[in-house]
């Protein structure tokens, strides 16, 4: 059982276009981290939220944490091909113990 | 440098080969992870160091030993390993509470044949 759903897990888009990726779970986190990672690399952190529907800025990504804690999106504008990488969430419960989502892959192509 | 690195980027061992990955990091971080990733799974953590002592061992083999000589150095020792332990092994660090996140290394991606 995934206990953190990311959706979708491919996404294959053109330049320029808008995608929106989803991270569900029916538990409740003390914060929810983003991380991208590239091909043969480590994840990177894009971003951490911490308070319910609080909404983040990262030049052309938007990252919003649901009301209740349980979920979040991650927006991208106009995408370009060095967006492309495998987007992971992942959601901290308590002060230690994190769970990380399976991931999205997406591909921009120019 | 800084940030976190890990050696080697690439490792092909044979099953009864005894090994090691090495993780330095340069943050000044107090606590330090080895994860496992896999294709199709998500990140497995594998054990926690905070201020050198193991807090966490998720049910991990014993065939991988961690071992944590100080707050900036963090190994994996592999022994007697099996093919499916084929994996990217990533070490990362965090700075008292992971709940703000982990600064991740470069991985070493690990074939067992």
């Known amino acids: 059982t995934q206990l953190l759903e990311q959706s979708p897990q491919f996404l294959s888009i053109q330049e320029g276009e808008n995608l929106t990726v989803y991270c569900n779970s029916s538990s409740v986190f003390s914060s929810l981290q983003w991380y991208r990672q590239e091909p043969g690399e480590g994840p990177v952190l894009l971003v951490t939220v911490v308070t319910g529907g609080e909404v983040k800025k990262l030049k052309r990504l938007t990252f919003q944490f649901g009301d209740a804690r349980k979920d979040s999106s991650l927006h991208i504008t106009a995408a370009q091909p060095g967006d492309t990488g495998l987007y992971l969430c992942a959601g901290a419960e308590g002060y230690q113990k994190v769970t990380f989502g399976i991931g999205t892959k997406l591909q921009v192509i120019p | 440098e800084t940030g976190v690195t890990q050696t080697p980027r690439h490792l092909v061992m044979g099953m009864t080969n005894k090994k090691s990955l090495k993780c330095e990091q340069h943050?000044?971080?107090?606590?330090m992870y080895w994860y496992k990733q896999s294709a199709k799974k998500p990140l497995e953590l594998m054990f926690v160091y905070s201020l050198e002592e193991r807090v966490e061992n998720n049910s991990v083999p014993s065939r991988f030993s961690p071992e944590c000589p100080n707050s900036s150095h963090l190994f994996l020792h592999l022994h007697t390993l099996q093919p499916e332990d084929s994996a990217l092994y990533l070490c990362?660090?965090?700075?008292?509470?992971?709940?703000?996140?982990?600064?991740f290394g470069s991985g070493t991606r690990l074939t067992v044949v």
């Open positions: 943050l000044g971080h107090n606590a």
């Open positions: 990362a660090s965090s700075q008292d509470r992971v709940i703000y996140g982990y600064t």
